[in-house]
């Protein structure tokens, strides 16, 4: 079974600096599918981004990358140049495939972008 | 207009009331999810359909029950409310492809009393 694991409960960064958010995974699977979710304070869950486990380049969509290191079971998010608005609960996920494919989600991290 | 839209954004009620949750989209997505938060935690999956005609339990599915009336439409009720039900509920789709990304609705925050 798919694990999650992010170890950073909570975050507080200064407003323009680059924040990395961890998130490590285990699975016997070969193929899997590795995302990030951002939830602000509303409530919604928004997509960031995918990375696929054959992917031969790390994932990047706008100022999120993903630090993709395979033999360490690791996905961390990057954001670069954060904003006040980047303050949410940030979830990394990992698609289950076998059955309903649902996500399994880690715990979650609370980053606080300060002014 | 937001592709996966939910009714309503929140509803409290009362233990033994049956409550119905919607969920719509706009994605021309076969597949659609119905989740669950608790405070504090992840997200757990209550039940998933991959197909109007596919309805497939999740691993939170008691009490609960759910009808995809259309592909675009996916219900979910609780049939008798309690109050450990109180979460905020997530729909989500997605279309199968290589990425099989799940795009999620608002939630609705339900409070059972």
């Known amino acids: 079974a798919q694990k999650i694991t992010q170890t950073q409960p909570g975050m507080f960064v200064q407003e323009k600096e680059a924040v990395t958010l961890d998130c490590t995974y285990d699975t016997s699977d070969q193929s899997y599918g590795l995302f990030w979710y951002k939830q602000p304070s509303s409530g919604e869950m928004i997509f960031l981004i995918y990375?696929?486990?054959?992917?031969?380049q790390n994932a990047t969509e706008g100022r999120y990358s993903l630090n993709f290191q395979k033999a360490r079971k690791s996905a961390n998010l990057v954001i670069s140049a954060s904003q006040l608005g980047d303050s949410a609960m940030y979830f990394c996920a990992m698609r289950d495939n076998q059955g309903a494919q649902k996500l399994v989600f880690g715990q979650g991290t609370r980053l606080t972008i300060n002014p | 207009d937001a592709d996966v839209t939910q009714t309503p954004r929140n509803r409290i009620t009362k233990t033994g009331k049956r409550i119905m949750l919607e969920c719509s989209q706009t994605k021309g997505h076969d597949r659609m999810y119905w989740y669950r938060q608790d405070p504090g935690l992840g997200l757990q999956l209550i039940y998933y359909s991959f197909d109007v005609k596919d309805i497939n339990k999740g691993e939170i599915s008691d009490g609960y029950s759910v009808s995809r009336q259309a592909q675009a439409k996916f219900s979910l009720s609780l049939e008798s409310a309690i109050p450990n039900q109180t979460a905020l509920y997530f729909c989500?789709?997605?279309?199968?492809?290589?990425?099989?990304?799940?795009?999620f609705g608002p939630g609705t925050r339900l409070t059972v009393l």
């Open positions: 989500a789709t997605s279309d199968g492809d290589y990425t099989d990304t799940q795009y």
């Open positions: 990375q696929g486990s054959y992917d031969e």
